[in-house]
């Protein structure tokens, strides 16, 4: 079976995710729960480690994942990503908030957005199919940011 290119993949997410309720319950659930992944992963201790480091490492991971797909693609979400691990830093370490307890109350109401916006469409979440859609759902809202600017990916 051949690897699927990036457009593959945006376009074969994008066959669940076509009514307008559930697409924008994803503009705010997605990001927020790749949030919340980076943020729990930053609250993970490694002694002798600068703080962050699993979450960094992971990153870095993803970076490589969207990189055989779509160049461009990568760029942009290592920026979010950064932007993901500057907010987690801040909330450590520049707030009393505990970020795994913010992770986890906002994964959790995250997740629940998503299922009524996948009752709402009538179609179970891509990732059912192939877990690598975790991954994709990210890529599909930078790809509408890449078509709103004219960016090519």
């Not at 995710?17 to 949030?35: E, G, M, S």
């Not at 290592?78 to 992770?103: K, N, P, Q």
């Not at 109401?109 to 179609?123: N, S, V």
């Amino acid at each position: 079976m051949a690897a699927r290119s990036m457009q593959q993949w945006l376009d074969a997410y994008g066959e669940s995710h076509l009514n307008a309720t559930n697409k924008l319950i994803h503009w705010i659930c997605v990001p927020t729960i790749y949030f919340c992944v980076v943020g729990l992963l930053w609250s993970i201790p490694v002694p002798g480690a600068s703080v962050g480091i699993v979450a960094k490492v992971v990153v870095a991971l993803v970076g490589v994942f969207y990189a055989r797909l779509s160049l461009s693609i990568m760029l942009g979400m290592m920026l979010f990503s950064i932007g993901c691990l500057a907010l987690a830093r801040w909330i450590d370490l520049g707030t009393d908030l505990s970020l795994w307890m913010v992770c986890v109350v906002l994964f959790v109401l995250a997740w629940i957005g998503q299922f009524i916006g996948h009752k709402i469409e009538g179609k179970k979440p891509s990732f059912f199919e192939d877990l690598q859609f975790l991954m994709i759902g990210p890529a599909w809202l930078m790809g509408f940011i890449y078509k709103r600017f004219g960016i090519a990916y």
